[in-house]
T-cell receptor, first 114, second 113 residues
């Protein structure tokens, strides 16, 4: 069973389009995230949701809108796609416990904007 | 400012040889420390983590890491690498309750026969 699953894994789309990436976790975690990995493989957090509430928003353009219908899902919608949005987007989840907060990542969604 | 440094962008190692990947951090307090591995075209897999206690932590796939507070380091080691260890390795630090991680730039490991 995949703990954090995201779809699609690969997405090629034209500039100006609107697209969504879906994410689901079956770990029972309260917190979910979106991270972006750029072409130089640098990873940076975009958003964090805890129990469906936005906790972290790291100065991401308004064209990016996360949606959390329930605590097991965190979808990422991107409007008016630009060439610079081409990246790998990772969904992740975590649950804070006595031994700290460990983040588990999905397989990634490779977005190419042409 | 908080930062994570992986000094080595690229390391080539022979199969069967030992491997050490360096990670240094700058943080206001002792952070939570992680090593993740990313195989080509794959997602991020957690190798090991340090929160507190024993400074030598064991992870999956035969990896271990040692936290040295005095050096602000959390280096990853493996005594004998396998060809399947060829991948990108990321050190990450965080302390935020909401799990915000700061990643290093990554070290690419190439394993030669």
């Amino acid at each position: 069973d995949t703990a954090v699953s995201q779809t699609p894994k690969y997405l090629v789309t034209q500039m100006g389009n609107d697209k969504s990436i879906k994410c689901e976790q079956n770990l029972g975690h309260d917190t979910m995230y979106w991270y972006k990995q750029d072409s130089k493989k640098f990873l940076k957090i975009m958003f964090s949701y805890n129990n469906k509430e936005l906790i972290i928003n790291e100065t991401v353009p308004n064209r990016f809108s996360p949606k959390s219908p329930d605590k097991a899902h965190l979808n990422l919608h991107i409007n008016s796609l630009e060439l610079g949005d081409s990246a790998v987007y990772f969904c992740a989840s975590s649950q804070e416990g006595a031994s700290g907060n460990t983040i588990y990542f999905g397989e990634g969604s490779w977005l190419t904007v042409v | 400012a908080q930062s994570v440094t992986q000094p080595d962008i690229h390391i080539t190692v022979s199969e069967g040889a030992s491997l050490e990947l360096r990670c240094n951090y700058s943080y206001g307090a002792t952070p939570y420390l992680f090593w993740y591995v990313q195989s080509p075209g794959q997602g991020l897999q957690l190798l090991l983590k340090y929160f507190s206690g024993d400074t030598l932590v064991q992870g999956i796939k035969g990896f271990e890491a040692e936290f040295k507070r005095s050096q602000s380091s959390f280096n990853l080691r493996k005594p004998s690498v396998h060809w399947s260890d060829a991948a990108e390795y990321f050190c990450a630090v965080g302390r935020d309750s909401w799990g915000k991680l700061q990643f290093g730039a990554g070290t690419q490991v190439v394993v030669t026969p």
